[in-house]
């Protein structure tokens, strides 16, 4: 029973166009994230959820847009996609926003041709 | 800016070695996590070690913590084949609201 799942897996589009990423947690956990890894592996905040209200947006360009539609789902959408917003994206979740154990999904392989 | 800095960047031994990772970061902690990325996976998390804590052990894990020289360790006993990984360390950096992930160390056992 997966705990933390994304969809899809793989993506793999052309510059300017629109997508999704979808993540949904079964935990029961309040607070959810999205991770950004680059080629050279490094992890790093985007943005952060606690009961659908977003408490954490580092700097991201606003092509990039959150949504919570409940605490138990949070989604990434790109408008105006660039070739450096290649990257793998990770959605996580937490029990709070206490910042202790966070449980990571597979992953979101993005690639922007 | 990055708050943990993993050393070695990449590490390989033979089955049965002891593999040591260090982590050294900037500003105060509340405290300190370990997690390890298979190839292709997502983050798993390993062992949280609180700033008054000074070690932690979980199974063949055994984290180390020096608040007063801003590192830790994380050494991995007798290693398998299936350790085989990348290992991050990250931090709260003094209460943000946010963990801050170091670079990584690539860890490779050979059978």
């Known amino acids: 029973d997966t705990a933390v799942s994304q969809t899809p897996k793989y993506l793999v589009t052309q510059m300017g166009n629109d997508k999704s990423i979808k993540c949904e947690q079964n935990?029961?956990?309040?607070?959810m994230y999205w991770y950004k890894q680059d080629s050279k592996k490094f992890l790093k905040i985007m943005f952060s959820?606690?009961?659908?209200?977003?408490?954490i947006n580092e700097t991201v360009p606003n092509r990039f847009s959150p949504k919570s539609p409940d605490k138990a789902h949070l989604n990434l959408h790109i408008n105006s996609l660039e070739l450096g917003d290649s990257a793998v994206y990770f959605c996580?979740?937490?029990?709070?926003?206490?910042?202790?154990?966070?449980?990571f999904g597979p992953g979101t392989r993005l690639t922007v041709t | 800016s990055q708050q943990g800095e993993e050393d070695p960047q990449a590490l390989s031994i033979q089955e049965g070695e002891n593999a040591t990772m260090n982590c050294s970061y900037k500003?105060?902690?509340?405290?300190l996590q370990w997690y390890r990325q298979n190839s292709g996976r997502g983050l798993v998390h390993l062992i949280l070690?609180?700033?008054?804590?000074r070690e932690k052990h979980s199974g063949r894990l055994r984290v180390t913590l020096d608040t007063s020289k801003k590192s830790s360790s994380l050494l991995i006993t007798a290693s398998r084949a299936a350790d085989t990984a990348s290992y991050f360390c990250?931090?709260?950096?003094?209460?943000?609201?946010?963990?801050?992930f170091g670079k990584g160390t690539k860890l490779t056992v050979n059978p």
């Open positions: 996580a979740s937490s029990q709070d926003r206490a910042l202790g154990e966070q449980y």
């Open positions: 935990l029961g956990h309040d607070t």
């Open positions: 959820y606690n009961n659908k209200e977003l408490i």
């Open positions: 500003t105060s902690i509340n405290n």
């Open positions: 070690i609180r700033s008054n804590e």
């Open positions: 990250a931090t709260d950096a003094g209460g943000s609201e946010k963990l801050v």
